[in-house]
């Protein structure tokens, strides 16, 4: 199992950014850099929805409502990924998750909650 604490959240108005970070750990033997990690959202009234996802390899995918505006990246060294958000809109409001999958394993972390509001 992977434990994944999210940081970075805050209040933030229009137009405005963030970064949000999150770390990851696990039992001996923990490699991080295996894992694909992704970012997920969940608004007022709204299910859970992917927001960027980046896999072992470097590959990202992104949900249409952020492209162009969110960047996710990682850093394996430090077993940590990190979502950059610009250009934040209300709609951007939720509370953030971190999700580690591999295979049929994933894990999620207790979320960080962001609202854009001014």
């Known amino acids: 199992q992977v434990q994944l604490v999210e940081s970075g959240g805050g209040l933030v108005q229009p137009g405005g950014s963030l970064r949000l970070s999150c770390a990851a750990s696990g039992a001996s033997g923990f490699r991080f850099s295996i894992y694909a990690m992704g970012w997920y959202r969940q608004g007022p009234g709204k299910q859970r929805e992917l927001v960027a996802v980046?896999?072992?390899?470097?590959?990202?995918t992104y949900g249409d409502s952020v492209k162009g505006r969110f960047t996710i990246s990682r850093d394996n060294a430090k077993n940590t990924v990190y979502l950059q958000m610009n250009n934040l809109k209300p709609d951007d409001t939720a509370v953030y998750y971190c999700?580690?999958?591999?295979?049929?394993?994933?894990?999620w972390g207790q979320g960080t909650q962001v609202t854009v509001s001014s």
């Open positions: 980046i896999t072992s390899g470097g590959t990202t």
């Open positions: 999700n580690a999958a591999i295979f049929n394993s994933f894990s």
